[in-house]
Structure formats: C-alpha cells, structure tokens
T-cell receptor, first 112, second 116 residues
Framework: SQQGEEDPQALSIQEGENATMNCSYK?????LQWYRQNSGRGLVHLIL?????REKHSGRLRVTLDTSKKSSSLLITASRAADTASYFC????????????FGAGTRLFVKA | KAGVTQTPRYLIKTRGQQVTLSCSPI?????VSWYQQTPGQGLQFLFE???????NKGNFPGRFSGRQFSNSRSEMNVSTLELGDSALYLC???????????????FGSGTRLTVV
C-alpha cells in the first residue's frame, strides 16, 4: 500500500482560483516533498518540508505539515492554466531509510 | 547545468527478452533512485544507490536489478520481460549530504518500455 495518499484524486478549478491538495501518510518521516508531473514526463521537485517544520513557502506555493495528524497540504494560489498537471507528495521515512515513497497523485486541471 | 539523462527514451521489447536502462545523474549527485510508473500502480520504488552501493530495495522480483558505477551513473536491468513490465521507468538523483539527508530528487524524463 502507498505510504502517501493524496486527496482529492482530481481537482478542476478556474484560472485565478486557489487549489488545495492534501496528503496523508502512515509512518514517521524525515521529510515530505511535493512534485509536479506534466503529461507523463519526469517529475519536477517543488518543495521539501522537514519533519520539524510546520509551514514553508515558495512563490505561489504554500506547504503545511502536521506530524501529529501525519498530513500535509499544498496550496497553489492564483492558479494558472500552466499549473495543470499531476501533483504527488512523497515521504522519506525514518524506518527503512533511503527510499522516498510517492502517493498516487492529484490531477489538477486549471481552466483558462 | 545538465539534468538527469535517461536513455533510451522509448523501447519496445518482446516477452522473455531482457533490457538495460541507463541513467546519468546530475554532476555531484551520488544518490540515484529508480521508480516504475504505471497508470494503475502509480510510482513504485525500485531501488536506491549511493556510492555504488544499493542502500534500499522495493518490493520487486529478482528480475529487476541495478548497479551504480564510480561516476554515479546507474543502470537498471530487467530480465525475462513480462507484459506487466510495460511502464515508464524514472530515474532520480539527489544531493545527499552526510549520507542521511535528502534534498529532494531531480528526475529524468524517463524511459517508456513497452513489452509485446
């Protein structure tokens, strides 16, 4: 089973709106990462948040991490059509280290 | 600087054959991981190499193997191919400091393998 599970599976919004995606995981982690993938290409690293951090910003991205709930959220503000992609969370666990496990992803569609 | 390079981009093989995929990481990255991506299973972790040593392995059969060379380039081999091995194989490299901390992966564009 997946370590990380994204929610929702798919999201459709209008350009200019905010998009929020959630990720839940099962075991303790070193860090949690978010990636974007366009049309079956390689993934692009967006942001990494460590287990001792609660919030992190990068441009229009805001990531939160709640280790007590084992969950994270990715907020994309003022979305653009170019943000249309699949978004994955990935966790690097404390146990069985040196592997990063990916969730199934959220497909985001931003309508122009 | 150059990104992660995977070759070939596309490959068609017949059941029972074997295949070798190649990955050149970003210069200075010593950690290389491999993932299999299929529509039904998402991204599945295959293995991770650091300084020519396999540090972790996913839940794949022994037909899947890999290695890393002294220049950090990595190869992945799949023997006795099955139809279910058709997938996008992604390689990712990472700058790992002190062998413990991952700064996030840079992915290649992948090799799309089709087994017929």
């Amino acid at each position: 089973s997946q370590q990380g599970e994204e929610d929702p599976q798919a999201l459709s919004i209008q350009e200019g709106e905010n998009a929020t995606m959630n990720c839940s995981y099962k075991t303790s982690i070193n860090n949690l990462q978010w990636y974007r993938q366009n049309s079956g290409r390689g993934l692009v690293h967006l942001i990494l948040i460590r287990s001792n951090e609660r919030e992190k910003h990068s441009g229009r991205l805001r990531v939160t991490l709640d280790t007590s709930k084992k969950s994270s959220s990715l907020l994309i503000t003022a979305s653009r059509a170019a943000d249309t992609a699949s978004y994955f969370c990935a966790t690097e666990g404390l146990a069985g280290g040196f592997k990063t496990i990916f969730g199934a992803g959220t497909r985001l569609f931003v309508k122009a | 600087k150059a990104g992660v390079t995977q070759t070939p981009r596309y490959l068609i093989k017949t059941r029972g054959q074997q295949v070798t995929l190649s990955c050149s990481p970003i210069s200075g990255h010593r950690s290389v991981s491999w993932y299999q991506q299929t529509p039904g299973q998402g991204l599945q972790f295959l293995f991770e190499y650091f300084s020519e040593t396999q540090r972790n392995k996913g839940n794949f059969p022994g037909r899947f193997s890999g290695r890393q060379f002294s220049n950090s380039r990595s190869e992945m081999n799949v023997s006795t191919l099955e139809l279910g091995d058709s997938a996008l194989y992604l390689c990712a490299s990472s700058l790992v400091v002190d062998r413990e901390e991952n700064y996030g992966y840079t992915f290649g564009s992948g090799t799309r393998l089709t087994v017929v």
